[in-house]
């Protein structure tokens, strides 16, 4: 069964901490691999798309990885704001447009 | 306007009302879809719709009916709803391409079924 696994499940940092949230999955052939940020009260908002095993993105204080069997969101020198909760996402080839997504990891970062 | 919008933002209905969500995306997509989010539990995909036509449907009870008149607009008819309904319902759209499907969400309509 196709799955996707996120760890921790709650984070707590301190402002300048750097952590790193995982994101493990059991698939039969993945097409992409999608992280998003989603604040209480609203919608998921899109922060990276990777591809293949060895590709980086970063944007700010994030910075994803992926391997063959996991993706690492690593958060920089966190600051109060980054407090979301992030999830992650797979597109398998054979499934259309569809994305599975985890359960997410609950960050809180205080100053 | 943003991306992807949805009304209402907050919906509190009796298990015998009949009521709509409603979303609309301004971002050209032909693909938009209906999730359901609940505490604890990862997003759970309800319907797939690409150029208007229904693509998926994740064994979604009857009670929920989704209705696409255009690629812009998308709706989740619901009816005799149970307690175990109330939960974020989220909307996306995407346009599907060779290098992935990249889903925008809207806000979301909170709905409480008493």
């Known amino acids: 069964e196709d799955q996707v696994t996120q760890s921790p499940e709650a984070l707590r940092l301190q402002e300048g901490e750097s952590s790193s949230l995982n994101c493990s999955y059991t698939?039969?052939?993945?097409?992409?691999l999608f992280w998003y940020r989603q604040d209480p009260g609203k919608g998921p908002e899109f922060l990276f798309t990777l591809y293949s095993a060895g590709e980086e993105k970063e944007k700010e204080r994030l910075k994803a990885t992926l391997t063959k069997k996991e993706s690492f969101l690593h958060i920089t020198a966190p600051k109060p704001e980054d407090s979301a909760t992030y999830l992650c996402?797979?597109?398998?080839?054979?499934?259309?447009?569809?994305?599975?997504f985890g359960k997410g990891t609950t960050l809180s970062v205080s100053s | 306007e943003t991306g992807v919008t949805q009304t209402p933002r907050h919906l509190v209905m009796g298990m015998t009302n009949k009521k709509s969500l409603k979303c609309e995306q301004h971002l050209g997509h032909n693909a938009m879809y209906w999730y359901k989010q609940s505490a604890k539990k990862p997003l759970e995909l309800m319907f797939v719709?690409?150029?208007?036509?229904?693509?998926e449907n994740n064994s979604v009870p009857s009670r929920f009916s989704p209705e696409c008149p255009n690629s812009s607009h998308l709706f989740l008819h619901l009816h005799t709803l149970q307690p175990e309904d109330s939960a974020l319902y989220l909307c996306?759209?995407?346009?599907?391409?060779?290098?992935?499907?990249?889903?925008?969400f809207g806000a979301g309509t909170r709905l409480s079924v008493l």
């Open positions: 996402a797979v597109q398998l080839n054979q499934a259309g447009t569809a994305l599975i």
């Open positions: 719709y690409n150029f208007k036509e229904q693509t």
């Open positions: 698939v039969s052939g993945l097409r992409g």
């Open positions: 996306a759209s995407s346009q599907p391409n060779r290098e992935g499907n990249i889903q925008y």
